[in-house]
């Protein structure tokens, strides 16, 4: 494949900051050092080579130690993404990688190291996830950034991806005007230096947690007016097979509660059913667990039968990559303050959503049966050309490290 033009944007980088790459690029990922005013920095350069993303196996191993390096010195970082996100042509692999990075890389943004984020022409899906670790994000002036591309929004609609009116919707609804209109910590590129945005953005800002918190604040004014019903008691056969005794209660596929294990108390939160997980859905379930905050409890599962994000355009209007990664942080939170995060797959689970909750967690169960994809099948139809819909096996689930224990709860399927 002919090498691509390189970005104007990144181009102003390299020179911004005096860019040095250390070592060879690991496929589509450079990384090195730089210096902004006499002060030493991290950089990592991701830049789209396939439409199937950029971000495999290697790739994730090298910018998940560069996000370690720089927590450990709590040293300023900038990524520059013009990436379509996780490779989808390298499966669950590439899904696992992206897990344990987007664990480093929520280490860093907690850390206190200052993270900015520079946009090239594509930011979608896990990209779009690693722009928002950031503090504040510079995009140029044709960035389009999304959980899912138009092509995949075009398919979510029932539209041809070719269809003029649509993809003039989908582009205006993703553009840089609208992502900067959406958050004051989202500015677009107007040419020239980029040394007076960087030391903003690179500025130090005490209490991550808190100011993420904030920011899941400020997300409920992008709701849409309708409301989730109130809450009401629900039970449920999977919980019943996991605690002895347990309340819970259930809103739109977004349930929290209590149980009993093993002798021991745990509070829990789930995101189910068969609608993918959109802005409000995830906003919920993200205030269920940030209101646990100030009195974390020792223990805190997540339970999650959901097959991926909405490829809605209503969504994407309202950046939902900032809602996902917003239910990362909020466990993020409490794990740091001493909660036992875990994750249990119910049902169907994969994409960002997947990510989301699985990188904060210290461990990752599947329930037998359990189907772990890197995107729904009709995502990966609408990027590749193909899909694979049959579900892998547990060995191949810990073998690519999107799970790490199976359990059976022996609940079958009713008959009719």
Known sequence: MSALPPSPLGSALREAIGFEALGEAAGNVTIGRGALDGRALHAAFVENRAASGSLGVKESQKLAALFRVAAGGKSPLVLFLDSAGAKVSEGLDALGGFRHLYGAGLECAFSGAPIAAVLGKNCYGGSSMLAHLASRRLFSPN???AMSGPS???????VSPLDEIFRAMADAAISPLARSKASGANTV????????????????????????????????ARLPKAAMRVPESVRRR???????????????????????????????VGAVGKSPLGVSRAWHLSEAVWRMLPAPPRRLEVFLDCASHAGRLEDEKAVLSEFIVDMAFALHALASRGTHVGLTVLGKAGGGVYVALAAPAQRVTSVYGADIQVLPGSAVAAILGESHESAPGFDEYRKSRVADEEIKLGIVPETK
């Open 143 to 145: 960035t389009q950034l």
């Open 152 to 158: 995949i929004l075009a398919s979510a609609a029932g």
């Open 189 to 220: 590129w107007e040419g020239g230096d980029i040394a007076p945005w960087l030391r903003d953005a690179l500025a130090a800002r005490p209490e991550p947690a808190q100011a993420m918190r904030e920011r899941h604040a400020e997300l409920q």
């Open 238 to 268: 999977d919980l019943e097979k996991i605690y002895s005794s347990y309340e819970a209660r259930e809103s739109d596929g977004i349930f929290e509660g209590r149980g009993v294990r093993d002798g021991g108390e745990e509070a829990f």
